[in-house]
Each structure stands twice: as C-alpha cells, then as structure tokens.
C-alpha cells in the first residue's frame, strides 16, 4: 500500500480558501484512484471527493460541488483539494485516501472500501 501525507491545512476565515495536497510514497500512485474524507469532531468521517487513477473522473459530495475541486499530478505522486468560500461547517480534519479498482464508477463513499490512509490535516474555518 501507498503511504500518505496531508499538509496544507489551517487556520482560514469564513469565505476564504485553501488547497490541500496529499503526497504518496511507496508504491505506484498512478494506480490508484484517490479521494479526501474530512471528519468534524463528535463526528463520523464524511466523503468529500475523489479523482480516478488518471484523472480525468471526478466526484463530489453534493455540498462541495462548486467550492472544491480535486486534482492530482501523477508524476508528482501528489493530490489536491482546492475548497473555496469556505464555511464555518467545512471545519474538520481532511483525510486523503486510496484504493485499487479496475473501475472509478460507482465511487465508494464509505471508509472501508479505501485501504491507504494519511495521518490528516486540520482545517478550521472562524466566523
């Protein structure tokens, strides 16, 4: 399994932005289909999007569609979220994770069908 890192995150005023990248170590990034989870406290880990192995797939919770977008550079071994006008409910720790799968459709939004994990990044949005 790939090995993940998160940075990017902070400390961000309401209506503001912020690009989150995750770096991949350790196994062949471009296979991988990729996505960030984000968990706000007393809560439990919620999708946000995910990008297809080449990406050119992606897909978004319906409350991210419009402020965030995911990319990634494959000779990187690197994925992005870009999320703008951020909200005070947007505050969580951001996850990004991976899997294997000859196909990106229908895309997993549950924890259990991604094997690699990063460690998270803190985001906090304040008013």
């Known amino acids: 399994q790939i090995q993940l890192v998160e940075s990017g995150g902070g400390l961000v005023q309401a209506g503001g932005s912020l690009r989150l990248s995750c770096s991949a170590s350790g196994g062949t990034f471009s296979s991988y289909h990729m996505a960030w989870f984000r968990q706000a406290p007393g809560k439990g880990r919620e999708f946000v999007a995910a990008?297809?192995?080449?990406?050119?797939?992606?897909y978004y919770v319906d409350n991210m569609k419009g402020r965030s977008t995911i990319s990634r550079v494959n000779a990187k071994n690197t994925v992005y979220l870009q999320m703008d006008s951020l909200k005070l409910e947007d505050t969580a720790v951001y996850y990004c994770?991976?899997?294997?799968?000859?196909?990106?459709?229908?895309?997993?939004?549950?924890?259990?069908?991604?094997?690699?994990w990063g460690q998270g990044t803190q985001v906090t949005v304040s008013s």
């Open positions: 994770a991976g899997r294997t799968s000859v196909y990106f459709m229908p895309v997993p939004v549950t924890e259990k069908e991604y094997k690699s």
């Open positions: 990008i297809s192995w080449s990406g050119a797939n992606t």
